[in-house]
T-cell receptor, first 116, second 113 residues
Framework: GNSVTQMEGPVTLSEEAFLTINCTYTATGYPSLFWYVQYPGEGLQLLLKATKADDKGSNKGFEATYRKETTSFHLEKGSVQVSDSAVYFCALSDQESGGSNYKLTFGKGTLLTVNP | DTAVSQTPKYLVTQMGNDKSIKCEQNLGHDTMYWYKQDSKKFLKIMFSYNNKELIINETVPNRFSPKSPDKAHLNLHINSLELGDSAVYFC????????????FGPGTRLTVL
């Protein structure tokens, strides 16, 4: 079945530090890949996505490139801010095995804390 | 305007009770979802409806019953609540399916005592 593996958190950085959160996936088909962010006390919001190999998703200074050869979609930001403190979820969508419906599978989330 | 809203935001109840959580979206989306997030933040899909039709039903106890009276609403009814049901439940919606961006509600924190 499909699965997403994210680096274990929590991750604690100082403001303006470089961020990488690793994400690798296993899928039977050709998934689309997503990063969602959950700020404290809120629901998830889409941060960025990529729908095919070599696509780069970007938003708010965050980037991730769909690497089919390494089945990875690592999230990066060159200079984090205190306001980036949140839980980050990597996810993939792919067709259910034997079915016609697509399902979103999430990683376990990585808590990022950015200190001033 | 709130795009995806859920009520209540907090729900504290005793084991064995029956409770409902309501979800409404004003985005005109066709597809709605229920997710469960446990205490370790792990998020797992429970159900998905498309135009009031159930399309995804994960391995969820049949004490959980979703109901979609119309395209804009997806409610979750839980019978005979158990301690392990304590979690945050998120409703979400998207235009056509999971390939589209999902918009999440603020969540309902359910605590079963």
């Amino acid at each position: 079945g499909n699965s997403v593996t994210q680096m274990e958190g929590p991750v604690t950085l100082s403001e303006e530090a470089f961020l990488t959160i690793n994400c690798t996936y296993t899928a039977t088909g050709y998934p689309s890949l997503f990063w969602y962010v959950q700020y404290p006390g809120e629901g998830l919001q889409l941060l960025l996505k990529a729908t095919k190999a070599d696509d780069k998703g970007s938003n708010k200074g965050f980037e991730a490139t769909y690497r089919k050869e390494t089945t990875s979609f690592h999230l990066e930001k060159g200079s984090v801010q205190v306001s980036d403190s949140a839980v980050y979820f990597c996810a993939l969508s792919d067709q259910e095995s034997g079915g016609s419906n697509y399902k979103l599978t999430f990683g376990k989330g990585t808590l990022l804390t950015v200190n001033p | 305007d709130t795009a995806v809203s859920q009520t209540p935001k907090y729900l504290v109840t005793q084991m064995g009770n029956d409770k409902s959580i309501k979800c409404e979206q004003n985005l005109g989306h066709d597809t709605m979802y229920w997710y469960k997030q446990d205490s370790k933040k792990f998020l797992k899909i429970m159900f998905s409806y498309n135009n009031k039709e159930l399309i995804i039903n994960e391995t969820v106890p049949n004490r959980f019953s979703p109901k979609s009276p119309d395209k804009a609403h997806l409610n979750l009814h839980i019978n005979s609540l158990e301690l392990g049901d304590s979690a945050v439940y998120f409703c979400a919606s998207s235009v056509r399916g999971v390939l589209d961006t999902q918009y999440f509600g603020p969540g309902t924190r359910l605590t079963v005592l």
